[in-house]
């Protein structure tokens, strides 16, 4: 069985998981400030739901974005189109200037197992330490990750959606999920946004800490 695959936008199959990587042009960046951070998360959590769309985990790089989704209609691709043109628009009107704010299309990974759901999440959560951007991922502001673990009823991201994979226990099924953490951050992987094979590698690597997850 495949664990992910490098899909179409018209291939989108309701009540899945997907992978969506967008990144800035060249050596520009997607956000200069926090108020930019909060611009795009407030755009996302305005829309999504209107789609009908779980946010899962996500990570705010400077220069790109992760976010895993999990969608219950064949709207992702209006979704996104959505979500990068408002972004853009405000992106263009405050800095005063034209052109792309995005490269091109988004990538769309669909997670085809239990897996490989988990394990794209943690990649997503270890997208900044891996950087070198933050020494423990905890650190970093701009991701899911403490809010993924907290104990509070959320309505923003839905986390379930990669615990209830692990364990039946929410409370057993994040100190798992915490451990699988740190066990990965000793593994070596590319960057998914320079080679499509990277979260396939991720993954086959991340299959140390596998025994926990039946597939």
């Known amino acids: 069985m495949q664990k992910f695959v490098m899909v179409k936008k018209k291939h989108i199959i309701p009540n899945e998981v997907y992978h969506i990587v967008q990144r800035a042009p060249g050596d520009e960046v997607l956000f200069r400030n926090a108020h930019d951070r909060y611009t795009f998360l407030f755009i996302i959590k305005k829309l999504l739901p209107k789609y009908n769309i779980h946010l899962i985990s996500y990570s705010l790089m400077p220069n790109h974005i992760h976010m895993l989704l999990k969608i219950h209609n064949v709207n992702l691709s209006l979704c996104m189109k959505k979500v990068f043109e408002q972004y853009a628009t405000y992106f263009n009107r405050k800095y005063l200037r034209k052109g792309h704010v995005f490269y091109g299309v988004y990538r769309l990974i669909h997670c085809c197992t239990p897996f490989s759901i988990i394990a794209v999440s943690i990649y997503i959560h270890l997208n900044a330490s891996k950087a070198r951007l933050v020494k423990d991922p905890f650190e970093y502001k701009w991701h899911s990750l403490k809010l993924f673990l907290s104990n509070s009823d959320n309505k923003f991201i839905y986390p379930?959606?990669?615990?209830?994979?692990?364990?039946?226990?929410?409370?057993?099924?994040?100190?798992?999920?915490?451990?699988?953490?740190?066990?990965?951050?000793?593994?070596?992987?590319?960057?998914?946004?320079?080679?499509?094979?990277a979260v396939r590698e991720f993954i086959n690597d991340s299959e140390k800490w596998s025994d926990h997850i039946l597939i």
Do not use: G
């Open 160 to 197: 379930n959606y990669v615990l209830s994979l692990i364990d039946d226990d929410p409370i057993r099924a994040k100190k798992i999920y915490e451990k699988f953490l740190y066990k990965t951050m000793e593994l070596n992987y590319q960057n998914v946004l320079l080679n499509k094979k």
